[in-house]
Nanobody, 123 residues
Framework: QVQLVESGGGLVQAGGSLRLSCAAS????????MGWFRQAPGKERELVAA????????YYADSVKGRFTASRDNAKNTGYLQMNSLKPEDTAVYYC????????????????WGQGTQVTVSS
């Protein structure tokens, strides 16, 4: 198994920035990618960003493209989501998840999840 522990959420004003971290432990050698999902009240969970662990290939949803950046530190087994120019509509619980596949846009490949962290953007 892979254990994921998130940190870095909080309350920020519109236009501000936050950085989420996701520290992985356990069978990290099985990780091929890390995805970042979010779920707002009454909405479905959506994949907003993902990164392959080896090559660092990335995916971004159109809603966050140009504002969010996914990165990883392989030595620390930690992934990051830098969120800039935050908007009220970015308010959600954010989850990191690990995948054993490099097909990072397929939600079915994500099998281990962090506990989630709340991000609230005030207008």
């Amino acid at each position: 198994q892979v254990q994921l522990v998130e940190s870095g959420g909080g309350l920020v004003q519109a236009g501000g920035s936050l950085r989420l971290s996701c520290a992985a432990s356990g069978r990290t050698f099985s990780m091929s990618a890390m995805g970042w999902f979010r779920q707002a009240p009454g909405k479905e969970r959506e994949l907003v960003a993902a990164i392959t662990w080896s090559l660092g290939n990335t995916y971004y949803a159109d809603s966050v493209k140009g504002r969010f950046t996914a990165s990883r530190d392989n030595a620390k087994n930690t992934g990051y989501l830098q969120m800039n120019s935050l908007k009220p509509e970015d308010t959600a619980v954010y989850y990191c998840a690990s995948s054993g596949s490099v097909f990072i846009t397929d939600h079915r490949n994500y099998n281990y999840w962090g506990q989630g962290t709340q991000v609230t953007v005030s207008s």
